[in-house]
């Protein structure tokens, strides 16, 4: 992934957003054989992060916006991975819809992990901490499919 075919894939954002943005510097040092989608936090704008992931052949992003938080002690469960992560390491993420439905201020929403790193919890290669991820009973092929299919599934409603 370049940050040019990075910048190209976002469907929920203009040309001059995309541009506008801040791509990691670090793409080349990434753990990418770890990595199913690209996930990332905007260093200037921390309730803005981004997704990049492609499906199908073909590079899909997602602009983002965390919901604010009133620090919360409970622990939350991220939909696409299934990571508990306590206080805030579980946000609601919306994603302006895609075309006309997004100019008109549509939105969808999902809880995920607030770092986007779900393919490094499910692989072990972050924790969340103890307890955060349960013995499961499917194969780690099975869980990045499921969380996969997650990803796809909300990018379906963005698309709407």
């Known amino acids: 992934m370049t940050e040019h075919d990075i910048r190209a894939s976002f469907v929920n954002s203009t040309k001059g957003e995309a541009k506008r943005m801040h791509v990691p510097k670090d793409l080349g040092d990434r753990p990418w054989d770890d990595l199913d989608f690209l996930g990332w936090t905007d260093p200037a704008a921390p309730d803005r992060s981004y997704l990049v992931v492609e499906l199908d052949g073909r590079l899909t992003g997602i ?20 990571t508990t992560h306590s206080g805030d390491g579980v946000s609601l993420m919306s994603a302006r819809k895609a075309g006309k439905s997004g100019q008109m201020g549509n939105t969808v929403g999902v809880y995920v992990c607030a770092d986007l790193a779900c393919p490094l919890y499910l692989r072990g290669k972050r924790s969340a901490g103890p307890g955060s991820r349960f013995k499961e009973s499917i194969t780690l092929d099975e869980q990045v499919k499921r969380m996969i299919t997650g990803v796809g599934a909300f990018l379906d409603r963005v698309n709407s």
Request: hydrophobic share 45%; with cysteine; proline share 0%.
């Open 63 to 82: 602009a983002l916006r965390r919901a604010a938080q009133a620090g919360r002690a409970r622990k939350t469960m991220c939909s696409w991975c299934l």
